[in-house]
């Protein structure tokens, strides 16, 4: 089956069931692999709608709303998840970097990666942050 046949399948299963939080998702991480954040994230809102609970998602959302160039949204839905669940480290991650990147706060991002570390050494993407903290030490005045 090509990947047209799999959008369009998504798309009748969703449909068919707009509670479907399956086909919903499944069509939100087609649209950020291709890219294509507008879309992308009308899929992820839908999902988050049904379960507002999923990091991985809105964190997924944030990606998208700073690629579209929407970094206020991209910046509070990483600081939601934050909020919402204080372990899930690629919001961490993610929002450092859209401080350093999008908004030049190399202070603020350095110390959301540190807080990462601080409060889960052991994270999957601790490393990550210890790489990126390395990495921009010199760029702190």
Same mark, same amino acid.
């Given at each position: 089956?090509?990947?047209? %046949?799999?959008?369009?399948?998504?798309?009748?299963?969703? %449909?068919?069931?707009?509670?479907?939080?399956?086909?919903?998702?499944?069509?939100? %991480?087609?649209?950020? @692999?291709?890219? @294509?954040?507008?879309?992308?994230?009308?899929?992820?809102?839908?999902?988050?709608?049904?379960?507002?609970?999923?990091?991985?998602?809105?964190? @997924?959302?944030?990606?998208?709303?700073?690629?579209?160039? @929407?970094?206020?949204?991209?910046?509070?839905?990483?600081?939601? =998840?934050?909020?919402?669940?204080?372990?899930?480290?690629?919001?961490? =991650?993610?929002?450092?970097?859209?401080?350093?990147?999008?908004?030049?706060?190399?202070?603020?991002?350095?110390? =959301?990666?540190?807080?990462?570390?601080?409060?889960?050494?052991?994270?999957? =993407?601790?490393?990550?942050?210890?790489?990126?903290?390395?990495?921009?030490?010199?760029?702190?005045?």
């Amino acid at each position: 089956m090509d990947g047209k %046949n799999t959008v369009e399948q998504l798309k009748e299963r969703l %449909n068919k069931d707009v509670g479907d939080i399956e086909s919903a998702l499944s069509l939100g %991480n087609l649209c950020y @692999d291709n890219g @294509d954040a507008p879309q992308a994230i009308l899929y992820y809102r839908h999902v988050l709608d049904l379960d507002p609970a999923l990091s991985g998602v809105r964190t @997924d959302m944030g990606a998208m709303y700073w690629r579209n160039g @929407d970094i206020s949204l991209a910046e509070q839905a990483f600081r939601e =998840v934050i909020a919402r669940d204080p372990d899930f480290g690629h919001a961490y =991650v993610n929002l450092g970097q859209l401080l350093h990147k999008a908004k030049g706060n190399i202070t603020e991002a350095r110390s =959301v990666w540190q807080q990462l570390i601080t409060i889960s050494p052991d994270h999957e =993407v601790a490393g990550k942050a210890r790489e990126l903290l390395w990495e921009t030490a010199t760029l702190v005045n």
